[in-house]
C-alpha cells in the first residue's frame, strides 16, 4: 500500500514539474470559431486547421496548431456569382522538423523576392508574445505561400516555429 502511494506521489511530483514548451499556446479558452456579419463583409477568427484547410493547402506542411481571421467580402450580394473579395491573416505553429523542411524548400526555390516587410504582418488579433517576437525578427525571411500553401497571392514570415501567412483576393 505504501509503495503504491509513493509511487502515486512521484508520479504526481514529476508531472507536475514538466517545463512549458515555449511554442505551446493554448487556444482552449478561446472559441474554435468566432463570427462576425457587417452587411457583406463577414469576418471568421478561428481556431481550427480543418477550416484553414479550406483556405490554403496543409498537406505538405500540416502545422500543430493554428489561428487566422478570415475575411469575405460578398460583392454580388449574393444575387450572382461575382467577384468577391477575400483576406486571410494566419499564424501556423510547427514542429521543429516541419519548421526545417519548410526552409529548406523555400531555400531550394529561385522566386523573386516578396514585397511583403515585416509591418504588414502585424495583425490586430495577435498575442503579445508573437508581436514582441515579429517585432525582433529579421524581416527578410520571408518566404513565399504560393510555394509552401498552393496560394498564389500573399506572403509568409518566419518566427521560431512559427509562420506569419497573408493571403489577399481581390
Known sequence: MNRNLIFCLIILIFSSCKEKNKNDVNFENEPKVKTE??????TEISTDINQLEKLINLSEFRPEKVKFKYTFIDNSGGRVPGPSDSFLEALLYFDDKTMEKIRETDQNASLPVSNYQKHHFTFSWLDKETLSE???????????PDLIFGTNNGGCLYLKNKILLIKEVN
Open 37 to 42: 456579419k457587417k452587411k457583406n463583409i463577414t
Open 134 to 144: 515579429l517585432e525582433q525578427s529579421d524581416s527578410l525571411k520571408s518566404i513565399h
